[in-house]
């Protein structure tokens, strides 16, 4: 299909407007001028419940939906809620696909995540590894949940030709991240444990696992940018790999939290805890094809999330 020109006055939905992803969406169509954007918090507007949802879309009749609204966490925190995981993100996908789907928005994107793939695919991941082998036990609800998001996508496409397209995120960061001690993610986890530590000069820091995994990171930022490339440039059936192309160790990512934060103290390894998939580097070169590469790199990414961190969260 053509690339298509979305109005800067089309009624956007940004589901999941507060969250990582979601505000750096806002951020980015604020910027190109966007003036009509959706916005309801969870409060306002609960994605699991399918009359709401379905009230909402009958009422606004969003022309453009971008979903990054999910109940999102970390690998202790997947691996502790596994009912939560699929339940909810199911709920919630299936409800604003749907609605979208019947009340005639022009384009959906639908965010999955890299964890869709076999713990042990060929590396780096290409789309089309798929289904191809097991998943990670410590998030295969949450995989499982964004791989039926995919799917649906795909038949609405095939069946009603719907124009709902899928992004399969890498590992993200930046500004409005979940820095929950126990269910965020590593790398603001780590910035929140170094900076207390540092705070409290305390002797060490535990950091969990072995150290070994290899994660690749995308600026939260740079998946804005290509949340729109896509919406623009993108209307196939299969999902596209959105990842920096560029992986670290955790034990070098821990390193370099360490020298960002300014902690000296030591870092001690808590082996009791899971390492999850030992590595998972996307191959994006599908989305490079179509154009699109990220600009943001990592050291670059921390110091500036964890500055925001210091303004917003902790002082
Ligand atoms: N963070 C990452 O590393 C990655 C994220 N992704 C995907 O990107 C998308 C966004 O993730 P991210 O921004 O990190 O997640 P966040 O947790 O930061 O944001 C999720 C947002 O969804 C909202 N939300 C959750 N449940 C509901 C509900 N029932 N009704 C309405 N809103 C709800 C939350 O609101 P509230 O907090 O008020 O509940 C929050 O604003 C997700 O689809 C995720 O799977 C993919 C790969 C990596
Ligand atoms: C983003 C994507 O991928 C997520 O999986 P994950 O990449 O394994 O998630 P993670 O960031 O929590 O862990 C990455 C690695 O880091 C190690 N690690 C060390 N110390 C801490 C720590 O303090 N916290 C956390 N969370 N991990 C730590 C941890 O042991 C692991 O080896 C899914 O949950 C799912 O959300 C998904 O979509």
């Not at 991240?177 to 444990?193: G, Q």
Request: aromatic residues 8%.
């Amino acid at each position: 299909m053509d690339p298509i020109t979305i109005d800067k006055s089309a009624a956007v939905f940004v589901a999941g407007h507060r969250g990582l992803v979601g505000s750096a969406v806002v951020r980015k169509l604020t910027s190109l001028g966007y003036t009509n954007l959706l916005l309801r918090s969870h409060a306002e507007l609960d994605l699991t419940s399918q009359s709401a949802v379905d009230a909402f879309f009958a009422e606004h009749k969003p022309q453009i939906v971008i979903l990054a609204a999910a109940k999102v966490g970390g690998i202790h925190a997947n691996n502790t809620y596994p009912a939560d995981f699929i339940t909810v993100n199911l709920q919630i996908q299936t409800n604003a696909i749907s609605s979208a789907f019947k009340h005639k928005t022009l384009k959906l994107l639908f965010l999955g995540s890299s964890c869709i793939y076999p713990k042990f695919a060929p590396q780096p991941i290409p789309e089309s590894a798929l289904l191809t082998g097991p998943l990670e036990p410590t998030n295969e609800w949450y995989a499982i949940a964004k791989i039926s998001g995919i799917k649906m996508c795909q038949a609405l496409r095939i069946q009603h030709s719907f124009d709902a397209i899928s992004a399969m995120p890498t590992n993200l960061y930046g500004p409005n991240d979940n820095f929950h001690p126990h269910n965020s993610h590593v790398l603001p986890a780590l910035l929140r444990r170094f900076h207390e530590a540092k705070l409290s000069k305390l002797e060490n820091v535990v950091v969990w696992g072995s150290g070994t995994p290899l994660r690749e990171f995308l600026h939260v930022d740079d998946l804005a940018d290509a949340i729109v490339f896509l919406l623009e440039k993108y209307s196939g059936l299969e999902h596209v790999n959105v990842g920096s192309g560029k992986e670290v160790s955790i034990k070098e990512l821990a390193e370099l939290v360490k020298e960002v934060v300014g902690y000296q103290g030591q870092i001690i390894w808590d082996s009791s805890k899971p390492d999850g998939t030992p590595r998972k580097l996307m191959d994006s070169s599908k989305l490079a094809s179509l154009g699109w590469e990220p600009k943001i790199t990592l050291k670059d990414g921390l110091a500036d999330t964890y500055n925001w961190y210091l303004e917003n969260v902790h002082s």
